[in-house]
């Protein structure tokens, strides 16, 4: 039942922020569409929440909470994404700050703070050096965001978490552009916007029990 509470209270704050924050380049004032984007959000939140909740395997509460956070930002990231083709730092410093409180407050309750932190830091680094190196590979062809997205994924998730989600991501990445260079919507050199598959990939990662 705990594990429950956590993760709903997490989506309805998750929603809320969504409402708030994703209004970047945004015109429209229509109340009535801001209702259903918050109805929306709530409802994706919910599920990647609830499916956290559901197919933790072991770490308790503060795996759920650290899963349900980064698979929301991502979310949130995915929509910004594709609409504008931008991952704000901004929120990629907000939720580096996040999980660093997350860090303390786990740490102090498990009485491992240096475990903790060592394994958060740890994934946030192969997160950045694994993405920093196919960003220089591919040509720049993946963008700084994304980079800096993964690594935030590697703070929240550890080093296997983000090495999991990576690689759904990339299969989904690839899927996609292969469709899309059959049926000739892109060609080899277009880019297409990385958070979006990042999403797909944590949907993944969640609903195989992590």
Excluded: W
């Excluded at 929301?72 to 594709?82: H, Q, S």
């Excluded at 899927?175 to 080899?188: A, D, N, P, Q, R």
């Excluded at 880019?191 to 992590?210: D, E, R, S, V």
């Amino acid at each position: 039942m705990t594990e429950i509470i956590t993760a709903s209270v997490t989506a309805v704050i998750s929603a809320a922020a969504f409402l708030k924050l994703n209004i970047i380049r945004e015109s429209d004032r229509d109340d009535n569409r801001r209702v259903l984007r918050f109805f929306v959000s709530l409802a994706v939140f919910m599920v990647c929440d609830l499916a956290a909740a559901f197919t933790v395997k072991e770490g308790g509460v503060f795996r759920i909470l650290n899963t349900s956070v980064i698979s929301n930002f991502i979310f949130l990231l995915a929509v910004i994404d594709f609409r504008h083709r931008v991952i704000p730092n901004l929120y990629i410093a907000g939720a580096l700050v996040l999980r660093t409180a997350l860090i303390l407050v786990q740490g102090l309750a498990e009485h491992a703070l240096l475990s903790v932190f060592v394994r958060s830091a740890v994934g946030l680094a192969a997160g950045f050096i694994i993405l920093a190196i196919v960003s220089v590979i591919s040509g720049k062809g993946l963008g700084a965001g994304d980079v800096k997205m993964f690594a935030v994924t590697g703070y929240f998730l550890g080093l296997y978490g983000v090495i999991d989600v990576l690689i759904y991501s990339t299969f989904f990445c690839a899927v996609c552009g292969i469709i899309l260079i059959i049926s000739k919507k892109c060609g080899v050199k277009d880019c297409i916007p990385m958070a979006p598959f990042a999403f797909a990939g944590m949907l993944l990662y969640i609903f195989t029990g992590m």
